[in-house]
């Protein structure tokens, strides 16, 4: 079948702490989220590493929602554990402990038939894994890939090089602006172009999104919420969600497509800060996010003079 | 003449550092940024003080731009002076020196002819001041007003009872926070609505703005610059731009003017951070202003799926 996404990254068990509540090993992970997310506009291949901990129920969840697994490794140990808390502006993520458990001898090895997969998404692991992922693809349509603030401080160089050769980076405002060495978001988006995907998208939580196309620049509102619960696995949701849709529309890369990947990403992104893990997510409907991006459309438009 | 704006704030002379250069004593305050930008609109009163060393030249600017100062009052002693410097984000003034000079004695008198203006923007000075000018004024069609940090923490109660009698209130994102006492913009916008005014403006700077009407909500990013040489007058500007649109289309709030109004306010302050002081503004033509718009329109349009 085409159209189908492959997603490598972590899956993990969450601990997180918000002003609002928290939750102890509760499922995560970037391939988590951005699977998930995608799931909701295509078929979606996921490929990563659990422990042999790992709750049964979670894997019950991914399969229900037509996600294929056969790429999602046991290996003796135990599941990647992250705990992380947030503080009344719920901007910015403290990570107060990483157990790399069972991710720390991990090597992504993608089924066969997975490597002639369209789509490639390189969800936020370590650049190293990302690369021995894209040796392994055999000429895909489009590759995107994603990030975080460790990997552009302790990796920077293998993190240029996958970037090198992916179509879309999806970064975070703060992120950006540390990777390019500038505190103009619009330098930063340019010259991480610059160094080789054709579409860079920052992402800017409650501010929003900006995509940085090759003659389009395009910026997306966030949706607006009165609470965020837990933003832990937004922006895996919000990429997910966007490359998932440009999955669904075959590659399309035309400007109307990838403002409304924005979109989509964006309204995708919504539900999952409502509520801790993948809650939010479990209940959506096709319904509840067309609904979303409708409201965005309303207010963000205006009628020109 | 009709859609006259009446603008009361501050004029001042500014010492200004940014990562990019320095004035030393230019051209500034809150009622000459609004004032100067409004003028592009509709016929501008300024009402404030200047002292006896106030520099002929800038009288001059602003009577060539049209705006009408009869009420800018010269008293005997030196101008309100300020003196700020930006860090590297640009985010965030940090005043160094503020010499009040005439303005610790200075009581707005709105002249006789003044005082029936349509309407009437209460630009960044001490919320006493501000009410002694509602307090003067008769009947205007619609009220703005706009404050700053320093009154939330020393003022509150005065500057609520000025928020009270307002139609719009603009006010930055870190001040509608720390005002409402929400890490939530969305919550904080509403709050600051239910203390009276029917419309809250947050200026969010790079991110834009956001308009909180009675039953509407608009999201506008900002103009992308890849330089941001000084933002000092930033927000006064953008205000001065809304309420001057406001007022050239009579006053008309229906959402699609207000969202236009955000708009042209944006275009505005575009430009005033392009240069130090009102050195952009100077040069501006109405052609660059709509050609902004364009631009904003076309960075924020997307098709829905």
């Not at 928290?22 to 078929?43: D, I, Q, R």
Request: some cysteine; proline content about 4%.
């Amino acid at each position: 079948m085409a159209n189908e996404i492959l997603i490598v990254g972590s899956v993990a068990l969450d601990s997180v702490k918000t002003p609002f509540g928290e939750v102890k090993e509760a499922l995560g992970g970037s391939a988590t989220y951005a699977s998930y997310s995608a799931s909701f506009f295509t078929s979606v291949r996921l490929v990563g590493v659990i422990g042999e901990d790992f709750p049964k129920e979670h894997i019950g969840l991914l399969k229900d929602k037509g996600i294929h697994i056969e790429g999602l490794q046991v290996a003796k140990g135990k599941t990647f554990r992250w705990a992380g808390s947030y503080e009344y502006d719920l901007n910015e993520a403290h990570t107060l402990a990483t157990e790399l458990n069972v991710f720390e001898t991990f090597k992504p090895k993608i089924p066969a038939e997975y490597k002639k997969s369209d789509f490639v998404f390189l969800a936020n692991i370590d650049p190293d894994l990302q690369l021995s992922v894209l040796d392994q693809v055999e000429k895909p349509k489009l590759v995107a890939c994603d990030t975080m603030n460790l990997w552009i401080r302790i990796k920077p160089d293998a993190l240029k090089k996958v970037i090198k050769r992916v179509d879309f980076l999806f970064i975070n405002e703060g992120e950006a602006r540390q990777f390019a060495n500038t505190s103009s978001l619009v330098k930063a988006g340019r010259i991480l172009q610059s160094w080789g995907p054709k579409h860079v998208v920052i992402k800017k939580g409650e501010h929003g999104a900006l995509l940085f196309g090759q003659n389009t620049f395009f910026a997306a509102p966030a949706f607006p919420l009165e609470d965020v619960y837990d933003p832990t696995g937004a922006g895996d949701t919000f990429a997910g969600g966007f490359f998932g849709y440009v999955a669904q529309q075959g590659g399309d890369i035309s400007d109307v497509t990838l403002r409304r990947a924005v979109v989509f990403g964006t309204a995708m992104a919504s539900f999952t800060v409502e509520k801790f893990s993948l809650e939010r997510l479990k209940t959506l409907t096709m319904e509840q996010i067309s609904s979303r991006v409708r409201i965005l459309k309303e207010l963000s438009h205006f009628d020109q003079p």
